[in-house]
């Protein structure tokens, strides 16, 4: 069993920092990871994955340069550096991961799924 573990939410200013960090335990093959986000009143969307073939990194464009996702194989963490954040990516942050070696931008490729944490950003 896969289990998910995110830390690093919290409250920001528009235009600050925050790095959101993901461990998987429970599974020694490497997974590719993801980042999702649900704003309040909207559908959960994606924002950022990171394959475990290449490494290769690929962003929502509503993030695309501020964001940066980065990952350890070997380790199977995550992390999600957010900079120049603006009031508008104020939501709940949940990494995902799978066995899949190469996922894209759909919820339904991804099998594991962490709690969640909340990113507040204010004016």
């Known amino acids: 069993q896969v289990q998910l573990v995110e830390s690093g939410g919290g409250s920001v200013q528009n235009g600050g920092s925050l790095r959101l960090s993901c461990a998987a335990s429970?599974?020694?093959?490497?997974?590719?990871m993801g980042w999702f986000r649900q704003r309040p009143g909207r559908e959960r969307e994606f924002v950022a994955r990171i394959r475990s073939v290449d490494g290769n990194q690929f962003y929502a464009e509503s993030v695309r340069g501020r964001f940066i996702i980065s990952g350890d194989n070997d380790e199977n963490t995550s992390v999600l550096q957010m900079n120049s954040l603006k009031p508008e990516d104020t939501a709940v942050y949940y990494c995902?991961?799978?066995?899949?070696?190469?996922?894209?931008?759909?919820?339904?490729?991804?099998?594991?799924w962490g709690q969640g944490t909340q990113v507040t950003v204010s004016y």
């Open positions: 995902a991961a799978t066995d899949s070696v190469a996922p894209m931008t759909f919820e339904w490729q991804y099998d594991y």
């Open positions: 429970g599974r020694p093959s490497r997974l590719s």
